[in-house]
Protein backbone atom coordinates (compact mmCIF):
# COMPACT_ATOMS: atom_id res chain seq x y z
CA UNK A 1 0.00 0.00 0.00
CA UNK A 2 2.99 2.59 1.15
CA UNK A 3 4.61 1.22 -1.39
CA UNK A 4 2.58 2.21 -4.26
CA UNK A 5 1.91 5.41 -2.77
CA UNK A 6 4.86 6.48 -2.51
CA UNK A 7 5.72 5.26 -6.60
CA UNK A 8 2.70 7.47 -7.28
CA UNK A 9 4.27 10.39 -5.92
CA UNK A 10 7.65 9.99 -7.74
CA UNK A 11 5.92 8.70 -11.06
CA UNK A 12 8.40 8.66 -13.94
CA UNK A 13 11.26 10.22 -11.94
CA UNK A 14 13.12 8.36 -9.34
CA UNK A 15 15.22 6.09 -12.06
CA UNK A 16 17.07 9.54 -13.05
CA UNK A 17 17.09 10.59 -10.03
CA UNK A 18 21.12 11.69 -8.19
CA UNK A 19 18.66 10.62 -5.19
CA UNK A 20 18.49 7.38 -6.38
CA UNK A 21 22.40 7.03 -6.76
CA UNK A 22 25.83 5.94 -4.77
CA UNK A 23 26.68 8.94 -3.76
CA UNK A 24 23.73 10.71 -3.20
CA UNK A 25 23.55 14.41 -2.84
CA UNK A 26 20.36 14.63 -0.50
CA UNK A 27 22.43 12.43 1.73
CA UNK A 28 25.79 14.44 2.03
CA UNK A 29 26.29 13.95 6.25
CA UNK A 30 22.84 11.42 6.94
CA UNK A 31 23.24 8.05 8.97
CA UNK A 32 23.07 5.19 6.58
CA UNK A 33 19.57 4.04 6.70
CA UNK A 34 21.05 0.52 8.03
CA UNK A 35 21.70 2.33 11.61
CA UNK A 36 18.41 4.53 11.19
CA UNK A 37 15.43 2.91 14.10
CA UNK A 38 11.50 2.75 12.76
CA UNK A 39 9.92 4.74 15.54
CA UNK A 40 6.04 5.63 15.62
CA UNK A 41 4.38 9.18 14.42
CA UNK A 42 4.09 9.54 17.96
CA UNK A 43 7.31 9.91 19.05
CA UNK A 44 8.64 11.30 15.54
CA UNK A 45 6.32 14.09 16.65
CA UNK A 46 7.92 14.43 20.10
CA UNK A 47 11.50 14.16 18.61
CA UNK A 48 10.98 16.89 15.85
CA UNK A 49 9.11 19.18 18.83
CA UNK A 50 12.11 18.76 21.65
CA UNK A 51 14.95 19.00 18.23
CA UNK A 52 13.14 22.26 16.76
CA UNK A 53 15.22 25.45 18.95
CA UNK A 54 18.72 23.40 18.08
CA UNK A 55 17.84 22.62 14.41
CA UNK A 56 16.95 26.14 13.82
CA UNK A 57 19.93 27.52 15.74
CA UNK A 58 21.82 25.35 13.51
CA UNK A 59 20.71 26.59 9.96
CA UNK A 60 20.49 30.11 10.91
CA UNK A 61 24.68 30.24 11.18
CA UNK A 62 24.32 30.38 7.63
CA UNK A 63 23.64 33.16 5.00
CA UNK A 64 20.63 31.79 3.26
CA UNK A 65 17.73 34.58 3.41
CA UNK A 66 15.29 31.95 4.78
CA UNK A 67 17.14 30.97 7.17
CA UNK A 68 16.44 34.59 9.30
CA UNK A 69 12.70 34.02 9.20
CA UNK A 70 10.93 32.50 11.77
CA UNK A 71 9.87 29.32 9.85
CA UNK A 72 9.61 27.85 13.35
CA UNK A 73 5.98 29.40 13.59
CA UNK A 74 4.85 28.58 10.10
CA UNK A 75 1.91 26.55 9.34
CA UNK A 76 2.25 22.78 9.28
CA UNK A 77 1.03 20.94 7.60
CA UNK A 78 1.66 17.27 8.17
CA UNK A 79 0.34 15.42 11.16
CA UNK A 80 3.65 14.14 12.44
CA UNK A 81 7.21 13.57 10.47
CA UNK A 82 7.30 11.00 8.10
CA UNK A 83 9.59 9.80 6.15
CA UNK A 84 10.76 11.47 2.87
CA UNK A 85 12.04 8.79 0.76
CA UNK A 86 13.36 11.40 -1.69
CA UNK A 87 14.86 13.82 0.45
CA UNK A 88 17.86 11.24 2.32
CA UNK A 89 15.15 9.08 4.03
CA UNK A 90 14.88 11.15 6.39
CA UNK A 91 11.79 12.16 8.63
CA UNK A 92 10.96 15.47 7.67
CA UNK A 93 7.64 17.90 7.94
CA UNK A 94 6.04 20.71 5.22
CA UNK A 95 5.70 24.22 7.27
CA UNK A 96 4.45 27.02 4.48
CA UNK A 97 5.00 30.61 5.44
CA UNK A 98 1.39 33.08 5.55
CA UNK A 99 1.29 33.44 1.45
CA UNK A 100 2.03 30.04 1.14
CA UNK A 101 -0.31 28.74 3.75
CA UNK A 102 -3.26 30.29 1.91
CA UNK A 103 -3.35 28.16 -1.03
CA UNK A 104 -0.87 25.13 0.18
CA UNK A 105 -4.01 23.00 2.16
CA UNK A 106 -5.29 22.59 -1.46
CA UNK A 107 -3.60 19.84 -1.55
CA UNK A 108 -3.84 18.24 -5.39
CA UNK A 109 -6.17 20.69 -6.39
CA UNK A 110 -3.53 24.00 -5.70
CA UNK A 111 -3.26 25.09 -9.46
CA UNK A 112 -0.08 27.75 -8.84
CA UNK A 113 1.60 29.38 -5.64
CA UNK A 114 1.38 33.05 -5.06
CA UNK A 115 4.65 34.60 -5.34
CA UNK A 116 6.14 34.74 -1.92
CA UNK A 117 5.28 31.40 -0.90
CA UNK A 118 7.59 29.32 0.89
CA UNK A 119 7.61 26.07 1.78
CA UNK A 120 10.56 24.53 4.18
CA UNK A 121 11.09 21.78 5.36
CA UNK A 122 13.67 20.53 7.92
CA UNK A 123 14.62 17.04 8.14
CA UNK A 124 15.90 14.59 10.87
CA UNK A 125 17.22 11.13 11.31
CA UNK A 126 16.95 8.60 14.22
CA UNK A 127 19.84 6.17 15.20
CA UNK A 128 19.63 2.74 16.10
CA UNK A 129 19.63 3.91 19.51
CA UNK A 130 16.58 6.19 19.30
CA UNK A 131 18.97 9.42 19.25
CA UNK A 132 17.69 12.11 16.94
CA UNK A 133 20.24 14.29 14.83
CA UNK A 134 19.53 17.12 12.21
CA UNK A 135 19.40 16.98 8.71
CA UNK A 136 19.23 19.56 6.05
CA UNK A 137 16.53 22.25 5.72
CA UNK A 138 15.10 22.34 2.03
CA UNK A 139 13.12 25.61 0.98
CA UNK A 140 10.94 26.13 -2.08
CA UNK A 141 10.47 29.61 -2.78
CA UNK A 142 7.98 31.33 -5.07
CA UNK A 143 9.85 34.36 -7.25
CA UNK A 144 8.69 36.86 -8.96
CA UNK A 145 7.41 36.07 -12.77
CA UNK A 146 10.14 35.13 -15.19
CA UNK A 147 12.59 34.80 -12.23
CA UNK A 148 13.96 31.45 -13.89
CA UNK A 149 11.86 29.67 -16.40
CA UNK A 150 13.68 26.65 -16.17
CA UNK A 151 12.29 26.31 -12.62
CA UNK A 152 8.58 28.17 -12.95
CA UNK A 153 10.86 30.70 -10.88
CA UNK A 154 10.72 28.63 -7.74
CA UNK A 155 13.99 28.71 -6.04
CA UNK A 156 15.20 25.67 -4.15
CA UNK A 157 17.93 25.55 -1.25
CA UNK A 158 19.25 23.07 0.66
CA UNK A 159 21.06 24.13 4.20
CA UNK A 160 23.26 22.02 5.74
CA UNK A 161 22.66 21.50 9.54
CA UNK A 162 25.33 23.79 10.45
CA UNK A 163 24.33 26.42 8.20
CA UNK A 164 26.31 25.67 4.61
CA UNK A 165 23.81 26.34 1.87
CA UNK A 166 24.83 23.09 -0.07
CA UNK A 167 23.11 24.74 -3.05
CA UNK A 168 20.86 27.38 -4.35
CA UNK A 169 18.97 28.02 -7.46
CA UNK A 170 20.98 30.67 -9.42
CA UNK A 171 23.12 30.85 -6.29
CA UNK A 172 25.56 29.00 -4.75
CA UNK A 173 26.38 25.37 -6.90
CA UNK A 174 23.42 26.12 -8.86
CA UNK A 175 23.89 23.11 -11.17
CA UNK A 176 24.36 20.75 -8.18
CA UNK A 177 20.38 21.53 -7.98
CA UNK A 178 18.87 20.76 -10.95
CA UNK A 179 18.04 17.46 -9.75
CA UNK A 180 15.60 19.33 -7.13
CA UNK A 181 13.29 20.50 -10.10
CA UNK A 182 14.03 17.48 -12.42
CA UNK A 183 12.46 15.57 -9.93
CA UNK A 184 9.85 18.39 -8.76
CA UNK A 185 8.46 18.36 -12.62
CA UNK A 186 6.34 15.37 -11.65
CA UNK A 187 4.27 17.64 -10.05
CA UNK A 188 3.92 20.58 -12.38
CA UNK A 189 0.40 20.17 -12.28
CA UNK A 190 0.09 21.56 -8.84
CA UNK A 191 2.92 24.22 -9.76
CA UNK A 192 5.46 21.43 -8.72
CA UNK A 193 4.51 20.99 -5.34
CA UNK A 194 4.32 16.97 -3.94
CA UNK A 195 2.92 18.19 -0.78
CA UNK A 196 3.11 14.78 1.41
CA UNK A 197 1.59 11.34 1.54
CA UNK A 198 -2.68 11.87 1.56
CA UNK A 199 -1.90 9.88 5.44
CA UNK A 200 0.00 12.55 6.80
CA UNK A 201 -1.21 16.06 4.63
CA UNK A 202 -3.46 18.24 6.99
CA UNK A 203 -5.38 20.38 4.24
CA UNK A 204 -6.30 22.87 6.39
C1 LIG B 1 13.32 12.12 -6.61
C2 LIG B 1 12.34 13.16 -6.45
C3 LIG B 1 12.67 14.41 -5.63
C4 LIG B 1 13.85 15.11 -5.58
C5 LIG B 1 15.16 14.82 -6.27
C6 LIG B 1 13.60 16.24 -4.70
N1 LIG B 1 12.32 16.22 -4.25
FE1 LIG B 1 11.48 17.57 -2.99
N2 LIG B 1 9.80 16.44 -2.90
C7 LIG B 1 9.59 15.24 -3.58
C8 LIG B 1 8.39 14.61 -3.07
C9 LIG B 1 7.82 13.27 -3.56
C10 LIG B 1 7.88 15.46 -2.08
C11 LIG B 1 6.66 15.23 -1.19
C12 LIG B 1 6.83 14.02 -0.31
C13 LIG B 1 8.06 14.07 0.53
O1 LIG B 1 8.24 15.02 1.29
O2 LIG B 1 8.88 13.15 0.44
C14 LIG B 1 8.75 16.62 -2.03
C15 LIG B 1 8.56 17.72 -1.23
C16 LIG B 1 9.40 18.82 -1.17
C17 LIG B 1 9.12 20.04 -0.45
C18 LIG B 1 7.81 20.41 0.20
C19 LIG B 1 6.97 21.18 -0.85
C20 LIG B 1 6.11 20.29 -1.75
O3 LIG B 1 4.93 20.10 -1.42
O4 LIG B 1 6.58 19.80 -2.80
C21 LIG B 1 10.21 20.85 -0.56
C22 LIG B 1 10.42 22.22 0.03
C23 LIG B 1 11.19 20.12 -1.37
N3 LIG B 1 10.66 18.90 -1.73
C24 LIG B 1 12.44 20.62 -1.72
C25 LIG B 1 13.36 19.91 -2.48
C26 LIG B 1 14.70 20.37 -2.73
C27 LIG B 1 15.29 21.68 -2.26
C28 LIG B 1 15.31 19.40 -3.48
C29 LIG B 1 16.72 19.33 -3.98
C30 LIG B 1 17.78 19.48 -2.98
C31 LIG B 1 14.32 18.35 -3.69
N4 LIG B 1 13.16 18.70 -3.08
C32 LIG B 1 14.56 17.19 -4.40
C33 LIG B 1 10.41 14.71 -4.53
C34 LIG B 1 11.71 15.11 -4.78
Not at 29 to 35: D, R, V, Y
Not at 141 to 160: C, F, H, Q, S, V
Amino acid sequence: MRGEKKSELNDGSGAASPCTAARNPCNPCAAGSKSRRKISDEEAGRLFAALLPELRALYAKGAHPAVRLDWTRWKNFVRSPYIAETHGERYAVNLANEVAARVYGKFRNLKEMPVGGVIAKPSFTVDAAGRPAPGPLYIMEKMPKGWNPGTADWRYAMILPGGQTWGMTKGVNSAGMKFCHECHVGAKDNDYLFFAEEEYFRRK
